[in-house]
T-cell receptor, first 114, second 116 residues
Framework: GQQVMQIPQYQHVQEGEDFTTYCNSS?????IQWYKQRPGGHPVFLIQ?????EVKKQKRLTFQFGEAKKNSSLHITATQTTDVGTYFC??????????????FGKGTLLTVNP | ETGVTQTPRHLVMGMTNKKSLKCEQH?????MYWYKQSAKKPLELMFV???????ENNSVPSRFSPECPNSSHLFLHLHTLQPEDSALYLC???????????????FGPGTRLTVL
């Protein structure tokens, strides 16, 4: 079925390095959401993007929504140990017929070496 | 801390047991959700309730039975589960729900379920 693909699956960086995770859908999404899940924790909402080509920033985090609304990225500048966790994207994907289902990517696990 | 609570936090059950998971949200939201999070699989949306009415059942086996008595409470009744049902079960709520788009999800801490 239709999916939301996310790469890379894992990323290990030195503290201070940048990090990017990418999200792709085979179909156009009305919006895309990003979540962060710390180890042993639960997903926490970061942001929602709605408009084609939209770019939003939250301190060191930059979120982009592609022009075709099929891909998105999350970029972290100068990572810190507090950035450790799994980052998920999610979007409403057609689930057969005309029904939609909020579908998550598999996530990117970020680890940061201090 | 989130305004969504879940009990129990951990549950071990046999395949013939019947148990229930409970979720309560204190955020005044009208939509509630059950998710399953397994190792090496994406977070999977199971059920959606909007104003107490079930609006989505995403091909979930009948051994999982949800119940939503009001907009603040959500239950997941478990019966004759299989070992592959072992997972983290997350409850979430949101302010409003539209089928073609979803509002920000507020997740609870989850119930770690082990089926023996």
């Amino acid at each position: 079925g239709q999916q939301v693909m996310q790469i890379p699956q894992y990323q290990h960086v030195q503290e201070g390095e940048d990090f990017t995770t990418y999200c792709n859908s085979s179909t156009t999404l009305s919006n895309i959401q990003w979540y962060k899940q710390r180890p042993g924790g639960h997903p926490v909402f970061l942001i929602q993007l709605v408009k084609s080509g939209e770019v939003k920033k939250q301190k060191r985090l930059t979120f982009q929504f592609g022009e075709a609304k099929k891909n998105s990225s999350l970029h972290i500048t100068a990572t810190q140990t507090t950035d450790v966790g799994t980052y998920f994207c999610a979007g409403p994907v057609l689930n057969g017929g005309s029904n939609y289902k909020l579908t998550f990517g598999k996530g990117t696990l970020l680890t940061v070496n201090p | 801390e989130t305004g969504v609570t879940q009990t129990p936090r951990h549950l071990v059950m046999g395949m013939t047991n019947k148990k229930s998971l409970k979720c309560e949200q204190h955020l005044g939201h009208n939509a509630m959700y059950w998710y399953k999070q397994s190792a090496k699989k994406p977070l999977e949306l199971m059920f959606v309730y909007n104003f107490k009415e079930q609006t989505e059942n995403n091909s979930v086996p009948s051994r999982f039975s949800p119940e939503c008595p009001n907009s603040s409470h959500l239950f997941l009744h478990l019966h004759t589960l299989q070992p592959e049902d072992s997972a983290l079960y997350l409850c979430a709520s949101s302010q409003g729900y539209r089928e073609s788009s979803y509002n920000e999800q507020f997740f609870g801490p989850g119930t770690r379920l082990t089926v023996l």
